[in-house]
């Protein structure tokens, strides 16, 4: 049984900086891989960073986001740097024991999800 909970979500600042964490139990990220994703109102959900042996990034967070893992804790991050408006969404996390390599932020390759939790940019 894989479970999956995000934190750390606010109201922020254009410009500021927040950190997600994302607690799991029953997955090793050592067996499988785990991303980020967001999705704002009315918009489709959107793969933000992925990392599996190697960290990928959109386009739209490159040199703004970091995606890290503990795997000693099996707890997944995301630093997120200068903010912007655009940002604003539910974030969250995802792992999966097998992701194809060609298509590592695409939200169908992943079968166990968080809730989410809401970052607002203003």
């Known amino acids: 049984h894989v479970q999956l909970v995000e934190s750390g979500g606010e109201s922020v600042q254009a410009g500021g900086s927040l950190r997600l964490s994302c607690d799991t139990s029953?997955?090793?990220?050592?067996?499988?891989?785990a991303a980020w994703f967001r999705q704002a109102p009315g918009k489709e959900r959107e793969g933000v960073a992925s990392?599996?042996?190697?960290?990928v990034y959109a386009d739209s967070v490159k040199g703004r986001f970091t995606i890290s893992q503990n795997t000693a804790k099996n707890t997944l991050y995301l630093q997120m740097n200068n903010l912007e408006p655009e940002d604003t969404a539910m974030y969250y996390c995802?792992?999966?024991?097998?992701?194809?390599?060609?298509?590592?932020?695409?939200?169908?390759?992943?079968?166990?999800w968080g809730q989410g939790t809401q970052v607002t940019v203003s």
């Open positions: 995802a792992a999966a024991r097998t992701v194809y390599a060609g298509d590592v932020l695409g939200k169908n390759q992943y079968e166990y």
């Open positions: 029953g997955y090793t990220f050592s067996r499988g891989c």
């Open positions: 990392i599996c042996s190697i960290a």
